[in-house]
């Protein structure tokens, strides 16, 4: 199948994502951290439930998964992308599950932008993440793993 | 070059409940009526002893320099970010400062929780990437982390509206750097700056190596990292034919003024020594001196 098609694939899944919480209570400018707190727990718990059979794999399919590998690793051969990664300080491999908490005590590790620049874009609350050697679907707002990628990095 | 006028003080503070007896500090600055003062700190939110001494340092610098509002370069919240480690590591160290009405603007670092953006005292409105004006000086602050088209669109279409007063770009990671730990951020550089040339960008903070540098310009741009105003790296500096001043013993922060044309820094040490100053002309020509 064509990357393109491949990738608009993906782009109807993570729309679907977005579309599924989207009556649900956001972030919003706050004095109070606490506030924040209690919205983004309050926002990850919601989808938990609203995907609670969710599993790796089901917006990262194996065909898409393919064509994420093959953009990568292509990429990848560029020494400087690979000094930007190292830049970034990546974190060590985590044990990774989809509707989890993204561990926020740890450094997000720099996305290159000639990689972003190649890969399907992301509504403005989603975002690629490398944690280790996987390549990570993340709702930055709600600090959930929505799906992801093992082994993608080498 | 102008000459500049030079103030020197002597406080005492009290803070936290203990006196602290500063010593004499220099001002370098000229304090010009009309001016944008600011000051540039990066690195800084462990929540140690080390940022609450450059904070009070800040504070008795302010009593001379009231710099009116503060750039944040990122790392602004290191490891837990509950809402308690928040007030340990911003709140509670800058809120002399913030009693004062200084406003704080954050950027994005790799150690931050994105969702800093909707915490309302660093001034990002729930954005990753924002811009904003004081007097004649256009501030544009982005995600380096994150650097996707999307960001790389905003940025040339502000810049490009920006019109002709002074530019400054400030993130996370340095486009230049002769840190030992991370260095240039080249791809990044790539990227960027082809954008701050082609639209004038004047002069670019960042932070992410634990130290204090300045670089010598390139391309007619002005580059400083100050990313020890918490975190250090102490003899981390290994000065190239980049540097232009440097300093990486201790802890540190930035003072800065634009006035009309001339851009004027101070890099001040926790101990309140004045680590490098200088000043910019938009002409691009810069006059400074490092002890």
Request: aromatic letters at 10%.
């Amino acid at each position: 199948m064509a990357e393109a098609q491949v990738f608009r694939e993906f782009t109807e899944r993570v729309q679907r994502y977005m579309d599924l919480q989207k009556t649900l209570p956001r972030e919003r400018t706050t004095r109070r951290p606490e506030e924040i707190a209690d919205r983004r727990l309050a926002l990850a718990q919601a989808i938990r439930q609203l995907r609670a059979g969710a599993k790796q794999g089901d917006i990262f399919t194996a065909a898409i998964s393919e064509k994420f590998l093959g953009v990568i690793r292509n990429t990848l051969q560029g020494s400087a992308v690979r000094r930007t990664i190292r830049q970034g300080e990546p974190v060590a491999n985590l044990h990774l599950t989809v509707n989890s908490a993204y561990p926020d005590h740890l450094p997000l590790t720099t996305i290159p932008p000639t990689l972003l620049v190649r890969l399907p874009r992301l509504p403005e609350r989603m975002a690629y993440r490398i944690v280790g050697h996987d390549f990570v679907l993340e709702d930055t707002e709600a600090r959930l793993i929505v799906d992801f990628i093992p082994g993608a990095l080498p | 070059m102008r000459s500049l006028r030079r103030l020197t003080f002597a406080l005492v503070v009290v803070l936290c409940g203990r006196v602290l007896s500063l010593p004499a500090q220099d001002v370098a600055l000229p304090l010009n009526s009309g001016s944008v003062r600011f000051a540039a700190i990066g690195d800084m939110g462990t929540g140690e002893p080390a940022q609450y001494e450059v904070a009070q340092r800040m504070l008795q610098f302010h009593q001379v320099f009231p710099f009116t509002f503060v750039i944040m370069l990122g790392d602004n919240i290191y490891g837990g970010k509950s809402p308690d480690q928040l007030q340990k590591k911003f709140e509670i160290p800058y809120k002399p400062l913030l009693d004062a009405g200084v406003q704080f603007y954050g950027a994005l670092g790799n150690h931050d929780d994105p969702n800093e953006r909707f915490y309302k005292f660093m001034n990002m409105n729930g954005e990753r990437y924002y811009s904003f004006k004081k007097g004649n000086v256009h501030f544009f602050a982005l995600d380096s982390t994150y650097l996707d088209p999307k960001q790389l669109a905003w940025l040339e279409k502000e810049l490009a509206a920006a019109g002709a007063g002074w530019k400054i770009c400030y993130f996370h990671h340095p486009l230049y750097s002769s840190g030992a730990f991370h260095g240039s951020s080249t791809e990044l550089r790539t990227v960027l700056e082809p954008l701050f040339v082609k639209y004038g960008v004047q002069v670019v903070f960042a932070g992410h190596e634990h130290v204090y540098e300045r670089i010598k310009p390139q391309k007619g741009i002005y580059y400083f990292t100050e990313g020890a105003s918490g975190e250090l790296r102490a003899g981390n500096l290994k000065k190239t034919d980049l540097t232009a001043a440097g300093y990486d013993k201790d802890r540190s922060f930035l003072t800065l003024e634009v006035s009309g044309d001339d851009l004027y820094f101070q890099a001040v040490s926790r101990a309140g020594v004045t680590v490098d100053s200088g000043v910019i002309h938009r002409s691009m020509t810069v006059q400074a001196s490092a002890p």
